[in-house]
């Protein structure tokens, strides 16, 4: 660099003589380098001449205005389109999202036998000999006058006074399977039922929305009963206020476990002597989110202070776990299992019977263009359509990103309305959100797995999955959320390449799905006038180069976004952050399937609206980056810890790396251990 600034810095004018010895060194230097590129001008003119290059950029420091006219436009990297904004400021590079991307992998189409499950029987409820008021709320209240298979099969058996352990589908109905029976059972109990007896009824859900909705359905059936008086209990609320009508009595108590262990370790007046029933509704979810403890102090509790109760076991799916619980809390039940295929092996069963009334597709999209069809997805319909995401991070940075970029940008009348719930968030936020996306015609609620069990949110027809589920019984009970009762609903999974074979996994459970192309669904871009190019074409056109132009366009609105303020910027690398982790805890049985290393990170990292992948993420996102990594390699001791383990940020590449892992750096022995020991 050094002869090359003396090159580019040559003066015309004479050099001026100094008297002083010291001073005149460099002098003598300059001669014999202009005597030494004088001869090597003269080998040069022998040979024939080289092609001329552009002279390399100068310095504006060195040589003010001029030079900056002089100077030669970088190039840009294959796959980036430069653009130059208003105000003269330094131009933005945005990479392509249809190039650098793999070969999609043609994946036959296997056919799979369902398991068939009719909805609808052809009895209804007034064969039952139920009180007429209950019938009539049934028919008139929840417009239900025929009984659906798992009904039928089950409201005669618990009528009898026997327990039952019951599997069916989700959305088949089976909160009224057992609220009915319940609610037979007490009105009929003489002398009449007081508030003051306390619970008569116990109902265990796994999620506060579960607990609202079954408290919901429980006080319609109960219209006609006014003494008998429901209660629910959940986190979130205020424990004076719980306490409060605790102490005035709640017959039917619907409570989620840990709440309700809460209350039986620290409130006096809670007591279960006259309890009757025990209703454990999603009871793999409960398992599976680690109430098993609590289930055993309620279970003992109970014991201890009744008798004789009924116990009822509802779930979609029956896992060793729930089969345990069975043995333990039931008695002589009877098995309710509503499925076409009497051989299959009922511990490992997924019951996904919606051949007619749910479409189920996946779309195979490379890892560019894969986020990008994430992010439109949702909002190039009008439906109401639920999108799960892995973590509460992902769901706050999506709905603040679609609600800032898209809501503003969309045709006025046909503005989507985006909702979020997660467990993160205040539960009077939680109430009223599954509030409103349930009483709305239309609407995009972006959750975590907390909606995917139990809630019956009417009129849903979408449900797609931001990411692949663990396991399919969790896939059944998320795209369960549509096609409830009957009705018709559609689904979409989306994977990437390496993802492929995830495929099997569904197969393997019975279920079925069609591939959807990326084209397909990026082609409604083409409706949106807010993506319209100046130098584009017409709108309404089938050219895929003018998808591909739109979907840029809306890709850029994105990242323009994110890159506004160091706040959504620190957002989006939070949720990225939040993403990557997430899917490191698949399964070791998935684990060949969805594998951090198949990842492409700095195409995941444009997902969340970043140019490039962030180098050292973890130490941005906890703060003085020097700090924390003078921190974390201190020892008590006082000596350096020896680096054992990759840090997260190594597993970062740039967009237009090769993806392959870093070199392993050689190790150091610290100067303060004694080699010899």
């Not at 029933?277 to 289930?295: M, N, Q, S």
């Not at 359509?385 to 046909?414: A, K």
């Not at 976004?561 to 990557?580: D, F, G, M, P, R």
């Amino acid at each position: 660099m050094g002869e090359q600034g003396l090159i580019l810095n040559i003066s015309e004018a004479p050099v001026k003589s100094y008297k002083n010895v010291q001073k005149s060194q460099p002098v003598r230097k300059w001669e014999k380098f202009k005597a030494l590129t004088r001869n090597k001008s003269k080998d040069a003119s022998e040979a024939p001449p080289p092609p001329k290059r552009p002279a390399p950029p100068l310095s504006p420091k060195l040589h003010g205005k001029k030079a900056k006219a002089d100077v030669i436009p970088r190039k840009v990297p294959a796959g980036r389109s430069e653009e130059r904004p208003k105000g003269g400021r330094p131009p933005i590079k945005t990479s392509s999202l249809f190039k650098n991307n793999p070969e999609l992998p043609d994946i036959e189409r296997l056919e799979v036998k369902q398991l068939q499950e009719k909805v609808f029987s052809s009895d209804s409820f007034s064969d039952l000999g139920l009180h007429p008021h209950l019938v009539a709320t049934l028919t008139d209240v929840l417009a239900m006058s025929r009984m659906t298979s798992v009904q039928k099969m089950t409201i005669p058996a618990l009528l009898s006074g026997r327990d039952a352990m019951v599997r069916s589908q989700t959305g088949s109905g089976k909160t009224l399977a057992y609220g009915v029976p319940l609610v037979q059972a007490l009105q009929e109990v003489t002398p009449k039922i007081q508030r003051s007896d306390g619970p008569y009824a116990l109902i265990l859900v796994p999620t506060r929305e579960l607990a609202l909705q079954s408290f919901s359905i429980i006080q319609k059936l109960l219209k006609p009963f006014m003494w008998i008086v429901p209660g629910v209990l959940m986190g979130g609320e205020k424990r004076k206020s719980e306490k409060a009508r605790l102490r005035k009595g709640i017959n039917i108590l619907i409570s989620t476990p840990g709440r309700l262990v809460d209350h039986i370790r620290s409130t006096k007046n809670i007591h279960f002597t006259h309890i009757r029933w025990l209703v454990v509704d999603e009871a793999d979810r409960i398992l599976d989110l680690g109430f098993e403890k609590d289930l055993t102090a309620i279970l003992n509790a109970l014991n201890a202070q009744s008798e004789r109760r009924q116990n009822v076991l509802l779930s979609a799916t029956l896992t060793q776990g729930v089969t345990r619980l069975a043995d333990i809390s039931l008695h002589l039940p009877v098995a309710v299992s509503v499925t076409a295929d009497p051989c299959s092996e009922p511990m490992l069963e997924v019951t996904s019977p919606w051949s007619s009334e749910l479409r189920t597709f996946r779309a195979l999209l490379s890892q560019n263009g894969f986020f990008s069809t994430r992010w439109w997805f949702p909002c190039d319909l009008k439906p109401k359509m639920i999108v799960f995401f892995p973590s509460c991070e992902l769901v706050e940075f999506y709905h603040t990103l679609l609600s800032n970029v898209l809501h503003l940008q969309q045709r006025e009348g046909d503005k989507a309305v985006f909702l979020r719930l997660h467990g993160g968030m205040k539960q009077e936020e939680r109430t009223d959100v599954f509030q409103q996306f349930s009483g709305a015609r239309a609407g995009i609620l972006l959750c975590t797995d907390v909606a995917a069990r139990g809630l019956d949110l009417p009129q849903v027809t979408w449900i797609v999955q931001y990411n692949a589920p663990a396991s399919a019984a969790e896939y059944i009970h998320r795209v369960g959320r549509t096609a409830r009762l009957g009705t018709h609903g559609n689904s979409l999974l989306i994977l990437i390449p390496s993802e492929a074979e995830y495929i099997q996994t569904l197969v393997n459970h019975k279920i079925s799905v069609s591939e959807i192309k990326m084209e397909e669904i990026l082609s409604n871009l083409l409706l949106e006038d807010f993506l319209v190019i100046r130098r584009g074409k017409k709108t309404g056109t089938s050219d895929p180069q003018a998808v591909r132009e739109r979907a840029t366009v809306l890709q850029t609105k994105f990242e323009d976004y994110v890159h506004a303020s160091a706040e959504t910027s620190l957002s989006a690398k939070k949720a990225l952050q939040s993403y990557i982790r997430s899917y490191a805890t698949y399964p070791k049985n998935l684990k060949h399937v969805f594998h951090i290393r198949s990842l492409h990170l700095g195409h995941v990292a444009k997902s969340f609206g970043l140019r490039d992948a962030p180098h050292n993420l973890s130490q941005q996102l906890a703060g003085n980056p020097k700090k924390q990594k003078a921190m974390k390699n201190k020892r008590s001791d006082g000596h350096k810890t020896l680096r054992t383990k990759q840090r997260f940020s190594d597993l970062l590449t740039s967009e237009f790396s090769s993806g392959l892992p870093p070199k392993p750096k050689k190790m150091k022995m610290p100067q303060s251990i004694d080699k010899t020991s």
